[in-house]
């Protein structure tokens, strides 16, 4: 949709971009957040060491637009018609997928529902650190 910046995102910036965001912490993050600029700034952080340099507004915009063009080609699925794909739809399926079906079936008592894995991984890495 938008094009931040003027240059094209490379498959292989996408696919790095998709693996962060693929991050179990930075989908939290991004989950119960709107004001969201300084978790794109760890993404563009993340992607640098990649050596791939963006902002974060094109972080943010490429992930908006990704998000976007999944929804409606899931829609489209939901509602039988398979015609249109997109490039990335089974990794973006992948982080997308269940969200969307956990968000539907979240009760306000959710942090009973979340897998037992979650939450030992998250004390696991607090005593790393």
Avoid at 49 to 77: A, M, V
Avoid at 103 to 115: F, I, L, M, T, V
Wanted: hydrophobic share 30%; charged share 35%; proline share 2%.
């Amino acid at each position: 949709v938008a094009n931040e910046g003027g240059k094209h995102w490379t498959v292989n910036e996408v696919r790095a971009l998709i693996r962060i965001w693929s991050d179990r912490n930075i989908q939290q993050q991004l989950e119960g957040t709107v004001r969201n600029k300084r978790i794109f700034e760890q993404v563009a952080a993340r992607l640098q060491k990649f050596g791939i340099d963006r902002d974060w507004k094109q972080c943010r915009t490429k992930y908006k637009n990704l998000k976007h063009e999944y929804k409606s080609i899931k829609s489209t699925q939901d509602s039988g018609s398979t015609s249109k794909s997109m490039k990335f739809f089974n990794e973006l399926d992948a982080i997308l997928g269940h969200s969307t079906m956990e968000q539907a079936s979240k009760s306000d008592n959710d942090e009973n529902e979340r897998p037992p894995e979650w939450t030992e991984a998250k004390s696991e890495k607090d005593s790393i650190g």
